[in-house]
């Protein structure tokens, strides 16, 4: 079983920064890839950022030069630092990791989503 635990939303003012983490344990053999989507009220979810094992990143359009993905292999934890936070950044942040698991008999591939935590950029 897999667990991940996220931190670091808040409420911010336009323009200013905040930083996610995403912490994933259990039985974990290896992760090949880990990222942060996001889901505003009354719209799909998407995409905000990614990470492979190799540390190939992938961001959204709306994100790019303001947010930065990174992460600590070695505390199966990755980040999002977000800058220059705008109003329409308001949203429920979720980290997803794709990981190969540690099971009875042999490896399983994963896919394992986080609780999830609001970020509000508002004056």
């Known amino acids: 079983q897999v667990q991940l635990v996220e931190s670091g939303g808040g409420l911010v003012q336009p323009g200013g920064s905040l930083r996610l983490s995403c912490v994933a344990s259990?039985?974990?053999?290896?992760?090949?890839?880990m990222g942060w989507y996001r889901q505003a009220p009354g719209k799909q979810r998407e995409l905000v950022a990614a990470?492979?094992?190799?540390?190939?990143?992938n961001y959204a359009d709306s994100v790019k030069g303001r947010f930065t993905i990174s992460r600590d292999n070695a505390k199966n934890t990755v980040y999002l630092q977000m800058n220059s936070l705008k109003p329409e950044d308001t949203a429920v942040y979720y980290c997803?990791?794709?990981?190969?698991?540690?099971?009875?008999?042999?490896?399983?591939?994963?896919?394992?989503w986080g609780q999830g935590t609001l970020v509000t950029v508002s004056s």
């Open positions: 990470i492979t094992s190799g540390d190939s990143t």
């Open positions: 259990g039985s974990i053999f290896s992760i090949t890839a």
């Open positions: 997803n990791v794709r990981l190969i698991a540690t099971m009875t008999g042999g490896y399983r591939y994963l896919e394992v």
